[in-house]
């Protein structure tokens, strides 16, 4: 039996992205952190607001964290979530998709928006808790992820004193519900402190103009709830929109895992043959290869779609980009685009562009030889 070759030639287009992704990675990773970006970081010009309306609904219902460290071991959490707005054969829906096999926390808030928008104005409030409850265990998530980076820590200023108020309440809600040692009185207590503190934190952080705002990441679930939840009341959602949540016409999206959730749509939409322009909202900046994929589609006139996304963050995450197979087509492209971010060998100068050979024995002049040869060209340029 033949024994398989050392460093083999890798021949599919997928294989051969990972490896180039891979490299990329390694030159993004600077003292152990992940904080290049091999591609410069892009947003979009314009976004209305009804697409920034669509990319805070991504970052919504997106799940954070398992509810058990079992859980957790089963990614049962998004990492990303893309959400789309298509019609098809005169049917309006919202297309779902995650980074994952399938979403998680879109199939908890999403039913639960659709519930708050069909309830009469004094059931709202009993639908709003429950969809509260999701966004304060996100935030819990976010600290507990951000904490262990020091990023909490206390400048000493009044800046900052009401969002570590609200911090602490957050974490003791949430470790004494997971120990189901809080009584019904007792979470109703906790929770209205953490929706009263985290506006008051919002106005503080407006007020004092923090531009800084990684202490204040843990206000991004409930601020995103805020304005999905007073968008469909105020009907500045959209009214499209606002009749496929109370419809329920979501369509989540299957698929690979590391298949990003922003390429599970694009995807879909070319399996579809649709046409026409597409905003995609995003939890989180797409990733290089992803941007590279929708530019590729944007120029490809036969497809007929035009893409948009609020923008990339220019990095890649290295093996971690599964190519969904409608979008294989444009890998040739992706391939020479991501390679000409590599370094190359450096080649070695030649001593001669003509002669390649080396210099041999039969080729030598004698000393003199080549005093003459010197002094006749000498002369000859004299003339
Ligand atoms: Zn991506």
Same mark, same amino acid.
């Given at each position: 039996?033949?024994?398989?070759?050392?460093?083999?030639?890798?021949?599919?287009?997928?294989?051969?992205?990972?490896?180039?992704?891979?490299?990329?990675?390694?030159?993004?990773?600077?003292?152990?952190?992940?904080?290049?970006?091999?591609?410069?970081?892009?947003?979009?010009?314009?976004?209305?607001?009804?697409?920034?309306?669509?990319?805070?609904?991504?970052?919504l219902i997106t799940k954070e964290e398992g509810e058990s460290e079992?859980?957790?071991?089963?990614?049962?959490?998004?990492?990303?979530?893309?959400?789309?707005?298509?019609?098809?054969?005169?049917?309006?829906?919202?297309?779902?998709?995650?980074?994952?096999?399938?979403?998680?926390?879109?199939?908890?808030?999403?039913?639960?928006?659709?519930?708050?928008?069909?309830?009469?104005?004094?059931?709202?409030?009993?639908?709003?808790?429950?969809?509260?409850?999701?966004?304060?265990?996100?935030?819990?998530?976010?600290?507990?992820?951000?904490?262990?980076?020091?990023?909490?820590?206390?400048?000493?200023?009044?800046?900052?004193?009401?969002?570590?108020?609200?911090?602490?309440?957050?974490?003791?809600?949430?470790?004494?519900?997971?120990?189901?040692?809080?009584?019904?009185?007792?979470?109703?207590?906790?929770?209205?402190?953490?929706?009263?503190?985290?506006?008051?934190?919002?106005?503080?952080?407006?007020?004092?103009?923090?531009?800084?705002?990684?202490?204040?990441?843990? +206000?991004?679930?409930?601020?995103?709830?805020?304005? *999905?939840? #007073?968008?469909? /009341? =105020?009907? %500045?959602? $959209?009214?499209? !929109?606002?009749?496929i949540i109370k419809i329920g016409d979501f369509k989540y999206i299957?698929?690979?895992?590391?298949?990003?959730?922003?390429?599970?749509?694009?995807?879909?939409?070319?399996?579809?043959?649709?046409k026409g322009k597409y905003y995609i909202g995003i939890s989180k +900046?797409?990733?290089?290869?992803?941007?590279?994929? *929708?530019? #590729?589609?944007? /120029? =490809?006139? %036969?497809? $007929?779609?035009? !893409?948009?996304?609020?923008?990339?963050?220019?990095?890649?995450?290295?093996?971690?980009?599964?190519?969904?197979?409608?979008?294989?087509?444009?890998?040739?492209?992706?391939?020479?685009?991501?390679?000409?971010?590599?370094?190359?060998?450096?080649?070695?100068?030649?001593?001669?562009?003509?002669?390649?050979?080396?210099?041999?024995?039969?080729?030598?002049?004698?000393?003199?030889?080549?005093?003459?040869?010197?002094?006749?060209?000498?002369?000859?340029?004299?003339?």
């Amino acid at each position: 039996m033949e024994e398989p070759m050392e460093g083999i030639e890798e021949t599919s287009i997928s294989g051969k992205l990972k490896k180039i992704l891979k490299e990329i990675l390694r030159m993004e990773i600077s003292n152990g952190r992940h904080t290049k970006a091999v591609f410069k970081p892009k947003r979009s010009d314009i976004i209305r607001k009804k697409e920034k309306y669509l990319d805070s609904l991504a970052r919504l219902i997106t799940k954070e964290e398992g509810e058990s460290e079992e859980e957790e071991s089963k990614e049962a959490r998004d990492i990303c979530v893309a959400v789309c707005q298509v019609e098809v054969d005169g049917k309006k829906k919202l297309l779902i998709a995650n980074n994952l096999e399938e979403p998680k926390g879109p199939k908890e808030f999403l039913p639960l928006l659709q519930k708050f928008a069909n309830a009469e104005v004094e059931n709202q409030s009993k639908v709003f808790t429950r969809l509260f409850e999701l966004s304060v265990n996100n935030s819990f998530a976010i600290i507990q992820r951000t904490s262990g980076e020091n990023r909490w820590k206390n400048t000493g200023s009044i800046k900052g004193k009401k969002i570590n108020e609200l911090k602490k309440e957050i974490i003791s809600y949430s470790r004494r519900v997971k120990n189901k040692s809080l009584i019904d009185k007792q979470k109703k207590e906790s929770l209205e402190k953490i929706f009263k503190w985290s506006l008051d934190s919002s106005e503080e952080m407006k007020r004092e103009n923090i531009s800084d705002s990684s202490n204040w990441e843990l +206000l991004v679930p409930i601020d995103d709830l805020n304005i *999905i939840i #007073n968008a469909i /009341k =105020d009907r %500045s959602l $959209g009214q499209e !929109l606002i009749e496929i949540i109370k419809i329920g016409d979501f369509k989540y999206i299957m698929g690979k895992k590391d298949e990003h959730a922003e390429m599970k749509i694009v995807n879909w939409l070319l399996e579809k043959g649709q046409k026409g322009k597409y905003y995609i909202g995003i939890s989180k +900046l797409t990733c290089s290869p992803c941007w590279a994929v *929708i530019e #590729n589609i944007n /120029k =490809d006139e %036969s497809k $007929g779609l035009l !893409l948009n996304a609020r923008g990339t963050h220019g990095a890649t995450y290295g093996e971690n980009w599964e190519i969904p197979a409608n979008i294989e087509e444009y890998g040739e492209s992706l391939i020479d685009v991501f390679e000409s971010k590599l370094p190359h060998e450096k080649p070695k100068e030649s001593t001669s562009e003509v002669q390649i050979t080396g210099v041999t024995q039969s080729d030598l002049f004698t000393a003199k030889e080549l005093a003459g040869q010197t002094y006749a060209s000498t002369s000859a340029a004299r003339k």
